[in-house]
Structure formats: structure tokens, C-alpha cells
């Protein structure tokens, strides 16, 4: 069984934000609804690094044991899903996510949250797949097509990559070994509790 | 395997009953266009969607029950030329995909084209002609729409004259629209017919055709894969060109190459640099030559190159000698060491490639930097094989076509200028008479008289009709006609609103109404036409390495929008019509038109494309036909990713063809030449894309000869130097009589002599290449180009430099005349030069990834204006503290050319990514104007959901003195918190 | 808050900063940041130079929470929500219905000293019930659909299944939401009708050095309020507060705060929240069956003499002082006599 992972490389990202609107293109994500986001740190100075994050689908996942209604699940291929439905808005899971990943629509009078929503991995949810039904609450399902998620293939410089966790570290691993340098698998230690062995 | 839960919920399908009726079936077209558009899901309707959905319905999803369509067409903004794969079902386009096979983009998008869908949702488009009736806009049809349009035409043209209408085309057209487009200015009797490049890479057009023969990026974004040096200088690629980095950064990981950013702006490109050199805005020849110091004295130059293949090289020596590194320094800031380091990397660690990009060519001194580039590259002998060039990264997706296809105000299609034998020429090739054009222009003189450029299209329009002081053409700009071109990206925008407001006819054709609809306070006689984008079109387009890639139709044009051709065809009838009605004999449509298959209303791409390949010889752009185009957009997965060549399981059709025949590709389609991956390569053979510098300027100076010396191309039969072909040197050569009966009559029907590029038969061409030989001939590159208005560019301080102490010592250029008007230099300098204490910091402008040029459609795509809503301006920490300016606070800023008391008003973004003094903002806004808020100006419904502050509202006079390029990227300013 | 964000980023930045800022002084001249080879920002060392801060950067959309990269604190939180809370509140309700039951099994009900006296004192008027049934059943449902949302899923979920159970949970935190706002005004109400009363002094410490009365013989002298009442008080009003604010970050998410704001208000409202529960249990049971007589004063406002001269001695002598006496019950009342 396949560990669906993401890795981005800080070496190629450069923020061109084709992972976002791919994403919102994909998925016809609403304005303020950010799946997936490219943060800059040390903005203007050397050692200036983008990195594009969304949900890591993390080992262990916080979001799914802070969840006071137990409304995620995890596929067989480690992609950690939830299940709309059941979710109340609660925003626990925005506290115990490392990479801010959830997502709430703004409902009602006071900024109170609608339904947690974030990357599915292009994995829908738990509706059949493909359907209208499954597209309206979590956007199109490649996984089921045997794709995968529209952020990492548009990538200009591939620096994201998804797919197999061995698969996609073993593709940084020779990157790194080819340039001579590298800045880490961003977000793995955190998600995966590893790191790409160089 | 995926665990769902769909088993144990049965209870969701009543959720799947529930929207069932919003797209059961999936949508149709017509239920597309009548939610996309009537309804209009405005960002207000947020609220009203259920708890429990991402979205709204829109155009999405795919009915996985239904038959999909895969259409591939190219991304619609940068110049890199990406493939979008488009998914369309029941006419509705509701999908990407990666197009894993294009050799270009590899699947891979920047955020403008992994959104491009949304451009055809349609949200905020024009979706009917309108026109302001008391400063109301009221819907009107077409038919009613181009009546009145080409009414009012005719009566500026029976008042005024054929000079006062200014058309205004676009980068963003087809290579047939852009070419149909120049073809209906001549038509209509004017060379006043410009487009984006004016305001983007007209320098480097006129720079390095001036250098080598072509102006046009010499290599390609694959081949950068073979660099072992890259410098990036005046430009920003990360942001402009995002796609282009996968190469750049590909390479520089492969090669464990050079990456050496010069730029004023740490820019996100920087930030993978391997050496990042800061300099002063404006400051670019010194740097070059500051590089060809080191070079010179440490004779890391190429002495062999420079002997066979370059001019005049010893009169740059003697203008480098000047720039010692102290000099260098004082006037750039780059201290000697740094610079002596990138010198020798670039000159020894070779292939090395020089990219740039609008911090070069957009200044006073455009094309003189470009010259300089060029003769780096020149010098270190970095010009001409694989993984060396100049780099020219181009702006809209066909700046570089439409530039070849003549939407300038100097030339006919293909670079043929505006003489009587390129007047004969296309004449010939348009099948009318020469002295049928003379008749539709004003004069023989103003048919050869280069037009206005778009820098200064309103000074055509309030300045005094004088020949010496003034404006040298019969009347002022009276109508524009502006297709696909913002009104935002054009410098001293306060002059403009007093141009615009000063016409006669304003007609906006475009899919989204521009800036140009709502800048100024019209009331009347202003007209939007809905234009389709290209993704509703057919037609080629050139990317920036010259590949020419077919688009096809993704989905029919929405609304009532129009192609460009059928636009054009029915503004033409319209003209007709109205001249009929005026009893002028004057008519277009039917010998413009004549040559072509009219389908709908509009004339068919592939049929406007054949013309081309009959007549645009001198660029090479005979060999691409629609069948040859469309084979390589079928078999993309065919080509290589470096060398761009299909390789030996390529169909026979294709097998060796360089990926988009980039141009030149000579000779007919038939000849299967295939393109030119690097131009001016010796080590190929002229039939395999091999070449030489071009002989564009005559053979000798002053007893120096221009031919080369000992260099030719591979195979050749002349293994020297030699002039271009015409008739008379094939005779004297003997090889005339290898012309075939047809090509001889062919010759004889033009009048019997002919050069290689006016030979309609292409016989020149094709003997030429049998013998191994460039038909435009094989000249030295000039170092000094005697032409140009500094032979050798020389440094000059931008007309507003903060550093007045050194304008004596490197004074702009005196005033002078040029394009039918005064250009000012040093009257401006020595007012400017008083005004500098008052604005102390120095003002640059440029690109951001989200947005593309002036801004309309893009900050209209809602999944790229959420991610840039505010316009701002970067200002450096220690400039930041002394004004007491937060980050993200509200400041004002205000410029030596504003209207007194005026300022515009922006967030500041307090980063070091600029240096102290200096101030940068992105081009890409418009909307508010000098603090007014112009949404309510825009036609319901059309405005763009991002609005901002222009900073053309800011910047100043400044032009190129060859091209008329604007200055962008060096003015002066202040800065103060809101 | 913001500001702190830069600050980590500028702290992470430091070393790189220093080379930069090296700047000339003539306007527009640059400043040439050399770096051989670039500085490597690698996830580990960054987080390392952080010492387990917060990673953030610059982010061009609106929403600055999403500036924030890598907050490993999010594992803190978890830790708190899972681990620590689920004991403290565990412990905090369980034991303390277990101590009531004890202590119920041991001493049975608290009678009145020497039986009702069938006369009536009036305790607290209309006002002050309805602000305290306000108060009360507000804080009722707060506390259980507060407590459903840490152990729900273990408790209830599997008993009503999952749609169920969600429908409760939506339906408890919109009532959760919503009734903060009467409790908050109930909070405050309480605190202007009862803080003069409350004000702690001499006596309850001897009060609760009593016990309340359990300990020894005879029962500890009282005003208005003893000792205990005002520890309710206090625990009511102070932690009510507390619980209201930190809520109301919590209701309006990110407005007044960042993401460690936020996780710092959960954890401070959930701690005091389940705290005030436990007290309240007690205060529930002696205010209900736990004592005799005790439960008249917020149901009729009318307490028996004898329970009041028991339990709040000095009060009713004040009260009597004043010559607002007992009244006779209202049985005894002429008809008419209004």
C-alpha cells in the first residue's frame, strides 16, 4: 500500500503560487478558503526561502485525536480525510495542526465557523467517488482516477512533490546528491516523524 | 484502494438528491453561461451557501458518465508559452490537466495559467457591446455597435485624415489576428499602429537586431539546461516567467552552474542565486563594461570570436578603459571585487547565457543597455551554440509574434520596414497593387513616415500640429482604437486622462473593459466591444525562444464576445458601409479580405497563416504551416527537453523538426526545414537550423569589412564571409541556373530581380541552403553599430537620478525629434536635477506573479486577485523608520510630475528585498487614481475585484531615444505615512 | 500579535540581517550582500534556532494566521486537550460527585437546628432569582455541552452513533455560543447586586476554620454571605469572567488574537471551566438536597428563621434591626391584607 506524502523542495519553490490557484481551480475553492499556501520566510534577505504548505496528512494525525466529534479518517493510502457531515466547525483542529492547514468558512453574525475544510490530497470524501455530491463538499477525486493532487503536477519548478512517501524522497534524495545542497524535506519531521536521509 | 465510507453511509445520498438540481447531467453551455453570467455568484453570495459545501456551483465538475474532450491550447500570459490541456464537456470547459507532454511547461503552471479557466467562466467579462450615452453604459448589438464606430471613423478620416485614428493592438492576439491587424492599418492608411512591445522589449528588438540581425531571443528557455553561467540582470523570471525557472533552476542543479542575479531588488529569483550583486537603478553600462574591465585586462576574452564574427570591438575597448572598478563603484555601488568575480565566471566558465528581461529595456537608455549586453556576450564569445545567448525573456504570450508581425509603428510584417520595396513587397503578397496602398494613405511621404508610438499616443493627441515644434503629421490623434492593451502600463497617466478626454472616438475592444473605459471623465462616444480571449480562438502563437505553437478553440467565445478576426472583418464592412454612405470611394473589407476563407463571419486562422508563409520570408516564417504546427502540438511527448528536436520515434512528418519550427524556418513548408533552435549557429548546417550573423549592414565601413572572417556555418560552400542573396549574386555565383522554371518565372512576374527576402518564389532560399549557405548572408556582429545614436553605448544618468552630481559627467541625451514629435533629454534633466531634494528616493516598478501586465483580466480571476488585494509599495526598513511607516500601513506617495497636491495612496511593505532609497511597486494595478475610487465607473458588473493605485501615476518623462521606450524603472519620489 | 510574528521571523533572520543593513549612505546606492554559498534554511535547524518557536514568514493573502508555517506548539495543545484536560476534568467531576456522595453517606442531610420555625425571612428578591436562574441554567448547559465536547465522543458518541451525535454537538455549540452572552450579563448582574456582601473579611476565615459549622460544636458566625458563599461568589464571578473572555476569543476566532492566543485561551477556559464545574456540583447539591431549608432561598426567596439564624445569624439580626422582620408564612397571611 502506498504512504501518500508531500515534500517540497525549498531549493526550487520560488512562490509562483500555482499550487494555490491549481488548487482553487481544481476544487473551485471559495475566496478566503486557502487549501494550500506558499509562505516566504526571511522575506528579502539571503537565505530568502518559499515554501508551499497545505495539509501534510500527517502520521498520527493531531487534527483526528483533538476532534471532539470524530470526523476524520484515514484511507489506505495514508491520506487523511474528514467527513463533513459530521463536523460541527469546532476549530480544535486548527489548534493541534502544526501547518494551519484547516480551513473554516465564515458563517453566521460573529466570525463563527462553518465546516472545517482543507486539502483532501485530491482524495475526495467519503461519498462515492467522482459523484456531484462528493465534488460539492470536498472537490474532484484524481486519486480515485489514479492521478494525483492538481497542486504538485502543476508545479512550475517541481519542487512539490506527491505521490509515495519512499518514491518522492528517493526523487529529493538524488536531487540533493546530483546540486550538493538542500534544505530538508520541509514539514517532515513534524508530520512524518522523519527526515530524507541524504 | 482507498477506504470509503459510502457503504456504511447510505443516508449521504440524500445530500446527493439535495444538489442534484443544481447540475443533474452535468451542466450544458447554456446553463453554464446563464449561471456564470446572469446570476453572476458575486463574492457576496459567500454567505448563502450551505454549511456543509466548499462552493458554489459553477462550471465544475466533470459528469464522469459523460464523454470528455481534451483540447490543448497555450497559456494566455507570459511568453514562455506553457500548454494548457483544457477538459471540455458539453461545450463547457470544467477542467485542467497537466500537459505532461509539451517539452516547454512539462505539465508544470505558474498561478496565472493553473487558473487560466477561470478567464472563460466569465465572471466579470464584457458580455455585450456597450457604449456610454451620458456617461451611462447602455447595452447596444454588434451590428449597432460597429455602424456607429465605423461612422465616426469615416468622419474623423474626411476631417482629420487616415493619421488620426491611432490603432492600438496587442500582444495578446493571435499571430494572425496580429497580423490581420497591421494589414487593416495599412489598409486604412496609417503607420500609426502599435502594441505592448513598444513598452516592453522594443530596445532589445532594436538592440540586438542591430548587434547580430534579429531581434528576438537568441536560444531558448530549454537550452538555459546547458548554461554553465547564467546571468540574470534586469530581470525577475521567478515572478515574470515562473515556468522558466523549472529550466533555469534545472540547469543550475545539473551543471552545478553559475546563477548571478544583478538587480537593484532582491527579488525571489535572487533568492536562488548563487551571487547576488546589488546596483543602483540605472546603472547598467557601467556594470557591463565595469565586467568587460576585468574581462579586457585579465584577457578572458575570446579573441578568436571577436576576430571572425565581430565589428568594431576596439572601440569598445576604448569606452571600457574609462570604467575602472573605482569609477564602476562610485557610480553603481558594486565594489570591484564582486564584479571582477562575476566578470571572470561569466567570461571562463563558459556556456554562459545572459537573460533579461524590462530592467533593461525600459529605459531612457533601453537600447544602449541592450547593446551592452550584447557585447558582453559578443566579447566572451558567448553567442551562437547551446547553452549560451542572449536569453531575451519576452513578456505577453505573443509579444514576440505581434512583433513580428509588424504591430509597430516603423515596419511592414517581418522587420521589412516601411520603404517602397517593402510596401512593393507585401504589396505583392496581399495581391493588390502598390499604388493602390499609396492612394489609401495620406501621402507617399507619411506611408514611409514611421507612425506614434503608444508612449506618447496622447501627446499625438493635445500637442500643436507643427512639423518643427510640434506634431508632424497632418492632424492630432482624433480616435483609438484600442484592442487587448491596459491604459494603466503607459508613464505620465495625469497627461493621458487629458488625452483621452480630448478624443473623438474612444473604442475599447477586449474581454474585459481596461483602464482605458473608465481613466478618463468621457461621457460619449466611447464604445466596449466584447472580444473573446484566445482560448475561444484558433491561431498560432510565437513563444519567446521563437517555437510557434497552434492554439486550438477550447470552447466557443462566451457571451456575445467576437474573435479578433470577426471583429475586424465586420469593423471593415463597417467602414465600408459608412464610406459608401459618405459617397467616398474608400473600401477595405473586400481586398483585404480577399485572400482568405471566410467562415462565420470571420476569416479562418489557417487561411491567414498560409498568407504568412508566402510573405514573411526575411524572418523565416514560410516554413510553419497549420498542418506542420498542428503535427507538433499532436506529438509534443515527441521532442526533446534540451536540444527541443523530435527524436528518431517521432512520426516521419515531424522526425528532426525543432519543437514549433522557431523561426527562422526557411523556405516553403515542403522543404521540411526544421527551424532554428539557436540562431546564428555555425556548428549546424543551415538545413539543419545552422546559421551566421546576419549581413544586414552592407559589407564594408570606412575599409573595414562587415563580412566574417573564416567563420561559416557547417557544410557551407563558401567558407568565408559573404553578403545577402539577391539575383544578382546568385548569377554572379552561377547559381541561378540551379532555380527551378517556376521560381525563375516567379522572379520574372515580380520584375525580374529580387533579394533573398522579397523572392516570392523562395527559390533564393532554397538554392542557397543546398549549397550550405545563409541566404541573408554571413557578417560580422557590430560592437559599433554607427546607426544608433551612441554607436558604442556609453553611460547616461536617467533623467531623474538622485546622484545630480554626476549628470554633467553623464548627461542624458540632448532634445531631439523623433516619430513625428519632440523628445526632451536634457531640458528635462536640468528641471529634474532641482527637484531631486524634494523627492529623495528613487522609484522602480515591475511584475508580480499574479498579475500580468495592466492588470484587468488578471486581478478579475477571482483564484488570483485574493492572492495580491492590495497595490503597494516596497520601501527598505532604515526608510520605513525615518518616515515613521509601519509595515502594512497606509502611506502616500507622490512624484515630480504630479499635479500639485496630489499623491497616491497604497500599503507600505517594509522589506529589505529593495535598498535604502529605493522604493518599488508592481504595474499591474489601476482603479483608483490619485485617490479617487473609479469602481463605480466600470460597467456593472465588469469591474475587476481588485482595484489600486497605478504607478504610472507616479512615474515621469523619460524615453528611449530609438524606440520611444518609457522609462519605468528609474524616477524619483516621496514617501510619507497616510 | 503580528508583531510577534515578525519578531520570530526577524530573530530567525539575525544572522543573515547583520550583513545586509551594512548600508552606505548615499541615496540609492546599494548594498552588496555577498554570500558564497547561500544560507541554507533548513526545516531542522530553523526550528532548532527557534528553540521550538513558531515558524513564519510573509504571506500576500489577508488571512496573517496563515503566515505562520510550522507551530509545533499545535503538539502541546493536543497533549493539553487529550491528556491534562481529560485527567484535570476527569478528576475535578468525578471526584467530586464522589466526595458528595461520601460525604451524603456519612452525614446525611444538614437539618435545620431545631426544626423550622414556620416563620419566613425574605432572602433575595425577585431580581436576584431570576439573574440566578439566568446564571444557573445558563451555566447548566454550558458546562454540559462544554464537557460534551472533550468527552462526548468517548461517552455519548458511541451510545446515539455518529450523525447523532453531531447533531447534538452542532446544536450544543450553537447553544454554547450563544448563552455566553446571558450568562455574561448574569456574571456581571451578580456581581453588582452581591459584591457588597461578598466582601471577604475576618469571619470567614474563622468561618471556614469551623468547617462551615461541621467541624466542632456550635455553628460559626455569619453575615449575608459566609464564608463558602462568598468562595462561590468569587469562584462564580472571577471564573465566570475569566471563562466569558477566553470564550469570547474562542467565539471570535483570531480577532483579538494569534494562534497561541488562542490555544492559551482554550486551555485557561476548558482548566476553569471544568473547575467551576466541580464547585458548582457542590453548590448544586447543598443549595438543592444536600441541606434542609436551603433550597427556598432561590426558589420563593422566603428562607425559614431558624435556617437563616443558623447559617447567617448576623444577617438576620441586621434584617430584624432594620424592622424588615420575619414575615408570618404566607398561610398565615388575612386575606386581603395586601
Known sequence: MARMKFLLDAERCIECNACVTACKNEHEVPWGINRRRVVTINDGKPGERSISMACMHCTDAPCAAVCPVSCFYTTADAIVLHDKDLCIGCGYCFYACPFGAPQYPRVGNFGSRGKMDKCTYCAGGPQADNTQAEYIQYGSNRIAEGKLPLCAEMCSTKALLAGDGQVIAQIYRERVQKRGYGSGAWGWRTAYRETVAI | MLIKRSEARAGKQRLAAAYQGLSSGGLDRRAFLKQAGITGVGLAGLGAIPLTTVRPAQAGPMNHQQPVTRVKNICTHCSVGCTVTAEVQNGVWVGQEPAWESPINRGTHCAKGAAVRELVHGDRRIKYPMKLVNGQWTRMTWDAAVTEIGDKLMAVRQASGPDSVFWLGSAKFSNEGAYLFRKFAAFWGTNNVDHQARICHSTTVAGVANTWGYGAQTNSYND??????????????????????????????????????????FTRTAAHATEYVRIRPGTDIPIIWGMLWHIFQNNWEDKEFIRQRVYGMDDVRAEVAKWTPAEVERVTGVPGAQLRKVAELFATQKPATLIWCMGATQKTVGTANVRAYSILLLATGNVGKDGTGANIFRGHCNVQGATDFGLDVTTLPAYYGLDANAWNHWSRVWGVSYESMVAR??????????????????????????????????????????????????????????????????????????????????????????????????????ASNRSVQWCSQVVKPIFESKTDYEAMYRLAGAIDAAAARRNMPFRMREEMFRPYEIRDNAPVAESILREINRGAISTGYTGQSPERLKLHMQHQDKFDLVTLRAKDDAPAEIRGDFYGLPWPCWGTPEMRHPGTHVLYNTNLHVKEGGGTFRARFGVERNGVSLLAEGSYSKGSELTDGYPEFTTAVMARLGWDAELTEAEKASIARQGGTASWATDLSMGIIRVTMEHGVMAYGNAKARANAWNLPDPVPVHREPIYTPRTDLIAQYPTLPDRRGFRLPHLGQSVQNRAKDLAPNFPIILSSGRLVEYEGGGEETRSNKWLAELQQDMFVEINPRDAAARNIRDGAWVLVNGPEMPQGKAVRMKALVTERVGPGVAWMPFHFAGWFMQEDQRSKYPQGTDPIVLGESVNAVTTYGYDPVTFMQETKVTLCQIRAA | MRALILALALILAAPMAGQAQTAPQVSGTPTSPTPMMPPVADELEVLKALQGGRVAGRITIPDQQAASLIQP?????????????????????????AILVVFRMSKGRIPVEGGLAGRTIQRFNGLERANHWMVASTFIILAISGLNLTFGRHVLLPIVGPEAFTAISQWGKYAHNFLAFPFTLGIVLMLLLWVKDNIPNGRDIKWFAAGGGLVGHGHPDSERFNGG??????????????????????????????????????????????????????????????????????????????????????????????????????????????
Open chain 3, 229 to 338: 458563599q462568598k468562595g462561590i461568589f468569587w469562584i462564580t464571578t472571577l471564573g465566570g469572567a475569566t471563562v466569558a473572555v477566553t470564550g469570547y476569543m474562542l467565539v471570535f476566532p483570531f480577532m483579538f488574537t494569534d494562534i497561541a492566543g488562542m490555544q492559551l485561551s482554550h486551555i485557561i477556559h476548558s482548566i476553569v471551566s471544568v473547575l467551576m464545574i466541580a464547585v458548582m456540583l457542590a453548590h448544586i447539591y447543598i443549595g438543592s438536597i444536600g441541606m434542609e431549608g436551603a433550597s427556598d432561598a432561590m426558589t420563593t426567596g422566603q428562607v425559614d428563621l431558624n435556617w437563616a439564624k443558623q447559617h447567617h445569624n448576623l444577617w438576620v439580626e441586621k434584617e430584624m434591626a432594620k424592622g424588615r422582620g420575619a414575615e408570618p408564612p404566607a398561610s398565615a397571611r388575612a386575606a386581603g391584607a395586601d
Open chain 2, 224 to 265: 538555459i539546461r546547458n548554461s554553465k553561467t547564467m546571468i540574470i540582470m534586469g530581470g525577475n523570471p521567478a515572478e515574470a516567467h515562473p515556468v522558466s525557472l523549472q529550466h533555469v533552476l534545472s540547469g543550475k542543479e545539473a551543471n552545478r552552474a553559475n546563477l548571478i542575479v544583478i538587480d537593484p531588488r
Open chain 2, 441 to 542: 494613405f495620406d501621402s507617399r511621404q507619411m506611408m514611409e513616415m514611421p507612425g506614434i508610438p503608444t508612449t506618447r499616443y496622447f501627446d499625438a493627441v493635445t500637442m500643436p500640429v507643427n512639423a518643427q515644434t510640434g506634431l508632424a503629421q497632418r492632424d492630432n490623434f482624433k480616435a483609438m482604437m484600442v484592442f487587448g492593451h491596459g491604459g494603466n502600463t503607459v508613464t505620465r497617466m495625469p497627461e493621458a486622462v487629458r488625452g483621452l478626454e480630448k478624443l473623438d472616438l474612444l473604442v475599447v475592444a477586449d474581454p474585459h473593459p481596461t483602464t482605458f473605459a473608465v481613466l478618463a471623465n468621457r461621457r460619449e462616444n466611447t464604445y466596449l466591444l466584447p472580444i473573446c480571449t484566445q482560448f475561444e480562438c484558433d491561431g498560432s502563437r510565437t
Open chain 3, 73 to 97: 506548539q499545535g503538539r502541546s495543545w493536543r497533549d493539553f486537550h487529550n491528556v491534562t484536560l481529560a485527567w484535570v476534568g476527569g478528576i475535578a467531576v468525578l471526584g467530586m460527585l
